[in-house]
């Protein structure tokens, strides 16, 4: 029976548990809302009117049989309440006060590590202060709402972050290992990772801990020496000195971590948590608040007719994970969200594997590129896997989501990109299902950078190149209200932008065959890829599926998939997909990889990184360096020339949907208040730039701008 407690009244209270009626099927078994406050210190959006925020806790059960919860991990493990597997989570909802100004739209976003990123996300102009930025988002009418998943997670429902209390598989032991990269020096003590990877002895006889000098991007480890089991401890040696103090979260090693060294342990782990259950209690909080009613403490009851399940980065993989596994029917049938907005998610991860880290992004030797990478159906022969793909379960059931795969540059180079576009063959591009549009997001870092234009960018430490500063954000806020539209009102979004083997724009990772431009003094982007590898976890993992139990531990590499990325233009840039207002006005070459400078992985991409190489500002300064490129005077004449080139591009995004026209008039606002070049309305051309550009806008305004569209 399902129960409300609220601080508004324990009257309401009252009343409310005299309305609930029993629910055979129940999923979400309690629901209680602890505050209700205020959105934004009360601010007021357009016709929607003020935004109220709720929190709370939602506890669950789930039926070990029933098979849409059987592809968890360990569920048949875990401990049974009157036949049931339970759960309590947090959620958080913001919601408009007066619900009938309400859009009848649910936004779910998944929550990555327990943190709510889309607000900061998508408002343009957050700060401490103007906490809602230019109020994007809740000028919709849109209902927002975030729940824990993340076992591993501490669960304390009085933190602002989301978390939830998940079943734990007593008893059940199992290898795993830990990375420790880029330590600090002199340091003694370092923290294994995560919980629910306790180690079932501290005696290190029974472990193995290695250091390793260096470590290449397809695996290939020089300088290994294993460390002598007397001269490490399960142990915290912060206060007393080694051998220190006995413990089962933390390492000491007796002489310190030496930071040019990786340090790789190899251990015996105890009562893993079952992390899977995340899903269903994410797939079942959604389902809740979307068909439960009032009576059943229901606060946006019989208010949402359409739902749409968002993630970013880490989410975004755990999103893509949920559809893979069936989650996107809840136990009764239903579609869980009609529209799903993968973000720059790369690759998935280990969300459903015993002793996981689902915290981390894939990093070598984990699993997270295990199954299928791709949308539409594809036979697996370099795997030997068959035909697999993302939405397999959801076509079978017909719960698929209408989906946006968004993401960039960083999700090729380091989270495997380009083989969900074009397999593990890469001979030719998987054909994307007709409810899938993916847009790439051209010469991008991860989520983008900050925008602006400038010349001069800063230097990233430990990194060989300076920031990339090419943003998304203008570029996703229209996606966002295109597949709100593709849902509510089945309006066609714009065509899949991409690069595409079948083209040519996307191509082996390597100087030669990307077109790679000899830049003086400038790293190349060969052997950099963070590639695909094809590891054996042994026989308890399910490989299609993204989940199980790994018994191969450190897992040996079968071999390396080719792990293909997007085709360059002759300043360095990439050439297909969503190219942003900077990219087509460009001050530099913006990559979309940028190698670790230093340490034990000199060489390799470093973690979702991407940076950025700027022009030469005069023509005799680029001829003087050898600098093939172009320079910014010879490419914009002055700062009005300048001006035009962002014009016209931002004109030419908005035509095509790419940009919004607020967005679109804040960029050319912000080109024209920038210094890139001195002012010289004369400047030759500068006038050509700006008359191509009025060209332009009467060509389009006769001749209209009608896209192509992929269906």
Known sequence: MLMLASRRGLVVAALAALLIAPVSEAKVTKITISSTTPAYHGRVFGAVGAYEQLRGTASGEL?????????????????LTNGKVTYTTTFTMLKPVDMSKASGVLEYEVNNRGNKILPGFLNVGVTAANPAGDGFLFNTGIVYLWSGWQGDLVFN?????????????????????????????????QSLPGRGRTPASTDTTMAKLISIEHESNVGVRTGVKEIANSDWAFANCAVNDFPGTESLAQICLRNGFDPNLIYELVYTAKDPQVLGVGMAAMRDVNSFF????????????GKID?????GISQSGRFLKTFLLLGFNEDEDGRIVWNGAHPIIAGAMGQFNVRFAQPGNIANIFEPGAEGPLWWGDYNDTARGRGVTGILERCRASRTCPKVFDDFGGAEVWYGRGGVGIAGTKGHADIRLPGNVRRYYNASTAHGGGGGGFSVTQPALPGLSLAANPNPQTETRRALFVHLIDWVTKGKRPPASQYPSVNNGTLVPSNAKALGWPEIPGAPTPDNVMNVLMDY????GFRYNDQSGVETKVVPPIKQIISTPAPRLDEDGNEIAGVRSVLLQAPLGTYTSWNPVATGPLKGNEGNLAAGYI???????????SGDPRRSVEERYGSQEGY???????????????????????????????????????????SKELCEDGAKDDDHHHDQGDDEDQDD
Request: aromatic residues 4%.
């Open 63 to 79: 039926d070990p049989a029933d098979p849409l919860n059987a592809v968890i991990t360990d569920i048949n493990l875990a401990p």
């Open 306 to 310: 359409r739902a749409i399940g968002l």
């Open 536 to 539: 054996d976890y042994g026989p």
């Open 157 to 189: 429902p009085a933190l602002p972050l989301e978390t939830i209390d998940v079943p734990v598989a007593k008893g059940v032991t199992g290898p795993t290992f830990a990375r420790f990269v880029t330590v600090p020096g002199n340091v003694k003590t």
């Open 290 to 301: 979307r068909h439960a009613s009032a009576a059943d403490g229901n606060p946006i009851a």
């Open 643 to 685: 001006n035009c080139a962002v014009r016209n591009a931002a004109t030419h995004q908005a035509r095509k949907g790419f940009l919004l026209q607020p967005d679109a008039d804040r960029l050319i606002a912000q080109a024209a208040a920038s210094s890139v070049l001195p002012s010289d309305p004369n400047n030759r051309t």
């Open 614 to 624: 700027p022009f030469a500002m005069t023509k005799a300064a680029r001829m003087t």
